[in-house]
């Protein structure tokens, strides 16, 4: 809360800092078993319930100066809380409590035609950051996932949010003390200066991984300027196709929960996509059934709409020539997140899930299905649109990395 | 082979163009069936074998010219090819085509609530950048295992055995034509300029992950400017440290083993750390062996020494105080390859395999067994040192990424 920024050298110093006492209080969350990391997550709901007085208060003043700085009101709400949402908030974490415990389960493993005896066991991470905008229940929920995977958790939220996520990490802190257990699984980084995003993900050796969740820019800044491993999430450029064999009800009704439901969401469609064969019937009708429901569309779209993730009530339409049009067109401009195909063709259907690049392929289903939730993960940090380690919802498994511990008995090996 | 050197941005464009026709051809080689790529396996091994002359021929030139050049001695035999392995690296096709096809795997699924069909499968990862030193057999190696993950494989070897790649990487294109199959499976890169490796490692969108292979500053100048994702491999500062409830005969076998089996390669150890409760008895012991055995021991060693991967007949030994002083010099100066503890106390390698933060972590067992063959993956693309994606021996299924597919009937999800 200082007036003065701080010199650049000096938040790097206060990163790396941070990032050692994390290192520090991972070591001990590593050995925790199953029952203690759930009582801690129970302790923290109680906890955050506990300072909802102060946990508003600190809001009021976020939202506050959002509104003196002329912030739109969609944006307001995503940042407003309630005592609801802070119910919902602590609820969440005695959720993440209820989940199967990913760390020491394991994967792998034989005894060698030698007798060595080989596993692969499932380890926390470490320290994993995480760098996000908007809504203050993202602290929280990162904060359960973590804790519950093993995790020390560093936490760079949007300045936005500050006073939110600085009263909330204080009611977790203190809830891990409570408990006896280290304060520094969970802390939050500076958000005034963009540097500090910076920091961390350079902080090679010192944080395992970082996760950013947030719009195409903040995700491209991560990855181009990282030495720390990080996880691409949450860009998506996610298309309907509706096939010339398509049930043009279900069509209609996929297309409409693809887009509507929740337009400012990842995994939303943005582009429609036509196949020519049945483009006479099929346009007017979707385009009228769109415009009904409050839907811009832009008909003969520019590259740059087909590229677009647009996050508000538009659809790009294009006309495609058959199924490998639409997985060329899709393989082309998708973020490789969630693509849709609405068909009664079985070969269709299959060169489709076959032959589209994404995380997560839909037959017949809206593409709001993509979502941890929905899967039965119970809860999620984040949706990978990359390939490496996770792709799609991620979950408690994927906050985790793996050791193969091997048992011998004096073995040594042949040259 | 041209004496001009190209262009910064021509050799930009060359790496991009090769990284847009390997996309193209991983397309095609993500829908082969495993019968398919086991007979291109099998061709390869038969073209390498039918090109041995070419092979040797170049291999010869590209010895003339590092021998020209003063490479020493150790450098030319892991470049040189002879008969025997030219038919060790056509049997090496040939088992990788006996291995499991990872691809179309299924790792989880299951029928939602509402009836939807969700499945995890195993899909490849697209394009595969390879940058390596030194032995050409690699070249073959990555193609193998590449092509049987149904992935393109973009080489980019060492400039010392460039014309002994690039004579294996025509055998190897020769036999994909042969078998109608997309010949850009296999590309190798330019490798007089250093720069084509960044270009390589920032294609980002064209290359799905970049695996070094090699020296520490390899790999350090790798994911340093790489935007692309990268997986660490095979900088391994292993230790060995010698309980004090240690079996000495045990330890000295073990000890000599990992030390010098092979003393080049990433799992050997470099530090020998010894219990000071047994450090009266063991040091002189140990010591003794280790020098009767050649190795060069540094006793009281700097900090540069207990940081050093020697890759050399040379070890550091320091002295500590029980397991959680070990752990907690592993973990400080290891670079989380393979460590090592000998003992008969179940409670000290208990804590030891739990706390210490590696890929692998033996108990009794010689470093040398961390190998994707030793652990009965058949074959290895490398070792990852890092926690993301895949830890320690990377064999087939840590080449490919995985798809949700999801099956429904017009399924909308409620708000």
């Not at 490998?324 to 079985?346: F, K, P, R, S």
């Not at 939730?373 to 380690?389: M, V, Y």
Request: hydrophobic share 45%.
């Amino acid at each position: 809360m200082s007036v003065e920024a701080p010199l650049q050298t000096d938040l790097r110093q206060q990163v790396h800092d941070a990032a050692r006492r994390a290192r520090v209080a991972a070591r001990t969350l590593a050995a925790l078993n199953t029952e203690t990391k759930n009582r801690a997550l129970h302790a923290a709901a109680d906890s955050v319930l506990a300072h909802v007085h102060d946990v508003l208060a600190a809001n009021a003043a976020d939202l506050d100066a959002a509104r003196a700085a002329g912030t739109p009101e969609a944006m307001l709400d995503r940042l407003a809380l309630n005592p609801q949402r802070v119910d919902g908030i602590a609820a969440g974490l005695r959720q993440v409590a209820g989940l199967p415990d990913p760390v020491g389960e394991i994967l792998r493993g034989s005894t060698l035609p030698n007798g060595l005896q080989i596993r692969q066991q499932r380890v926390p991470l470490g320290v994993v950051g995480m760098v996000y905008e908007g809504r203050p229940n993202v602290t929280v929920d990162a904060f359960g996932l973590t804790l519950k995977s093993g995790n020390a958790a560093l936490l760079r939220g949007s300045s936005s949010a500050a006073r939110s996520n600085e009263a909330l990490v204080t009611a977790l802190r203190g809830a891990l003390l409570g408990e006896g257990l280290a304060e520094d699984a969970v802390q939050l980084l500076p958000s005034a200066d963009r540097a500090t995003v910076t920091h961390l993900i350079q902080a090679r050796g010192l944080v395992d991984v970082v996760i950013p969740r947030g719009g195409a820019g903040l995700i491209d800044a991560v990855v181009r300027d990282a030495t720390v491993p990080t996880i691409e999430t949450g860009v998506g450029n996610c298309h309907v196709f509706v096939h010339a064999a398509a049930d043009l009800d279900v069509a209609e009704r996929i297309l409409l929960n693809s887009k509507t439901r929740r337009p400012s969401v990842c995994n939303a469609a943005e582009t429609l996509l036509i196949d020519s064969g049945i483009a006479d019937v099929a346009l007017p009708r979707l385009v009228s059934a769109l415009q009904a429901a409050g839907v811009t569309v832009h008909l003969d779209p520019s590259e740059e709409e087909l590229r677009a993730e647009f996050l508000s009530m538009d659809i790009a339409v294009a006309i495609v020539d058959g199924v490998d049009a639409a997985v060329a067109h899709v393989n082309e401009y998708g973020t490789g997140h969630t693509e849709a195909i609405v068909t009664t063709d079985l070969a269709a259907a299959q060169r489709f899930t076959e032959r589209v690049d994404a995380a997560a392929v839909m037959v017949n289903a809206s593409t709001a299905f993509t979502d941890g939730e929905q899967f039965g993960f119970g809860a999620e940090i984040g949706i990978s649109t990359q390939k490496l380690h996770a792709r799609g919802p991620m979950g408690l498994p994927e906050l985790t990395s793996t050791k193969w511990i091997v048992w011998g008995d004096g073995h040594t090996r042949p040259s």
